[in-house]
């Protein structure tokens, strides 16, 4: 026993051995019980060890989903190009008519035929673009391609029979064999 007032007690008779064991314990508990209660000791370095941890996965998770778009927009441009040349129509040797349009604030040519030139102002053919070149493919095709990126299609427009009564112009056509 280390406590001298309890000694003094014992030998003066006053307690007994059980009662100053149970004193003991019953001490030993509440200082148990007080050590329980208070905050634990903060540990700064398990915090930031945590923190650390915490922004390595919120950076891990933010590559993830960068990674998954990156194959998500690879997937939709080899679909996208699957459909163009599956669906493209083809030009040969007769295709000798110039047919000027803009992309990109630049002009560009591609070589059609009479017809192919017909269709593409009436809005029935379109043209997509697929690794740096241009490819005449149907008005279906091309509002399939649209739907999936729409700077993938350069010319595709809807033939609008609505005209304007207003327009001081709409009397007189733009003629067909005009080129730029």
Not at 154 to 173: G, H, L, R, S
Request: hydrophobic share 35%; with cysteine.
């Amino acid at each position: 026993m280390n406590n001298p007032f309890q000694e003094q007690l014992l030998k003066a008779g006053l307690v007994s051995k059980q009662q100053v064991q149970k004193a003991n314990t019953d001490k030993n508990k509440k200082k148990k019980q007080q050590r329980n209660k208070k905050d634990k000791p903060v540990d700064e370095a398990a915090i930031k060890a945590k923190q650390i941890a915490d922004a390595k996965t919120q950076r891990d998770r933010e590559l993830n989903q960068k990674k998954q778009a990156q194959v998500k927009a690879k997937a939709l441009s080899a679909e996208i190009n699957q459909l163009i040349l599956d669906n493209l129509i083809k030009r040969d040797e007769t295709c000798e008519i110039v047919y000027n349009f803009e992309h990109d604030k630049k002009v560009k040519r591609i070589y059609v035929n009479e017809e192919m030139k017909q269709q593409i102002i009436k809005g029935k053919l379109g043209l997509a673009r697929i690794d740096g070149r241009y490819e005449l493919v149907s008005a279906s095709v091309a509002e399939k391609i649209k739907q999936r990126n729409e700077r993938r299609v350069v010319i595709f427009t809807m033939d609008d029979e609505t005209k304007d009564e207003n327009d001081p112009y709409a009397d007189f056509e733009i003629p067909d064999d005009l080129t730029w």
